[in-house]
């Protein structure tokens, strides 16, 4: 059983610090890796992809990913209130996805 | 460009009644996710199409719910006898899946209660 792992939260962040987000997965063979953030009532959307080890970056958001240690992480720089959403991360298993339970955030102004 | 849609939004039906979900794809996606939400919990899969063939049912929680994809587009979901646990918000999503890169889009839901 391929499983994905996040803390559940909630993680509660001032406005403007960073928020560190992990996750942790047990398929060795998974290549891609996903964020997706979710709004209250809302349906999941794409925030980053990662599928080579080290850090990506995008505007204020940087995932990490470390395959050796099954473990990918995001860190979202400069936390708005608007980040906050629960983070669901995603890890390919072979043709299919499989979602992590989700950590709720919550950027205190 | 569009992106993926479902219909209705919102299914208010009574224990026992059947239901169809759809969802239409982004064009020219191959790959098209049926996921299921309940309230307060993650995404729970459900079933994969590539194309119009169904390689990975292993999601669907019982016969009850069965999924068809027709011209490798559009999706029904379809759930019979509808029992109360089957309330929770039905998730469509489509990648490209043309390289290694299947990143997923989805579709705003349907939200289905069953009284």
């Known amino acids: 059983q391929k499983e994905v792992e996040q803390n559940s939260g909630p993680l509660s962040v001032p406005e403007g610090a960073i928020a560190s987000l992990n996750c942790t997965y047990s398929?060795?063979?998974?290549?891609?890796f996903f964020w997706y953030r979710q709004y209250s009532g809302k349906s999941p959307e794409l925030i980053m992809s990662?599928?080579?080890?080290g850090d990506k970056e995008d505007g204020r958001f940087t995932a990490q990913l470390n395959k050796a240690s099954q473990y990918v992480s995001l860190l979202i720089r400069d936390s708005q209130p608007s980040d906050s959403a629960t983070y669901l991360c995603?890890?390919?298993?072979?043709?299919?996805?499989?979602f992590g339970p989700g950590t709720r955030l919550s950027v205190l102004p | 460009g569009a992106g993926v849609s479902q219909s209705p939004s919102n299914k208010v039906t009574e224990k026992g009644k059947d239901v169809e979900l759809r969802c239409d794809p982004i064009?020219?996606?191959?790959?098209l996710y049926w996921y299921r939400q309940s309230l307060g919990q993650g995404l729970e899969f459900l079933i994969y199409?590539?194309?119009?063939?169904?390689?990975?049912k292993s999601g669907l929680p019982s016969d009850r719910f069965s999924a068809e994809r027709t011209g490798g587009s559009v999706s029904t979901l379809t759930i019979q006898r509808t029992q109360q646990e089957d309330s929770a918000v039905y998730l469509c999503?489509?990648?490209?899946?043309?390289?290694?890169?299947?990143?997923?889009?989805f579709g705003p839901g349907t939200r289905l209660t069953v009284l």
């Open positions: 999503a489509s990648s490209l899946l043309s390289t290694r890169y299947n990143e997923q889009f």
């Open positions: 995603a890890v390919e298993g072979g043709q299919n996805f499989v």
């Open positions: 199409f590539q194309g119009n063939s169904a390689p990975d």
């Open positions: 064009s020219g996606h191959t790959a």
């Open positions: 398929d060795r063979g998974s290549q891609s």
């Open positions: 990662i599928y080579s080890n």
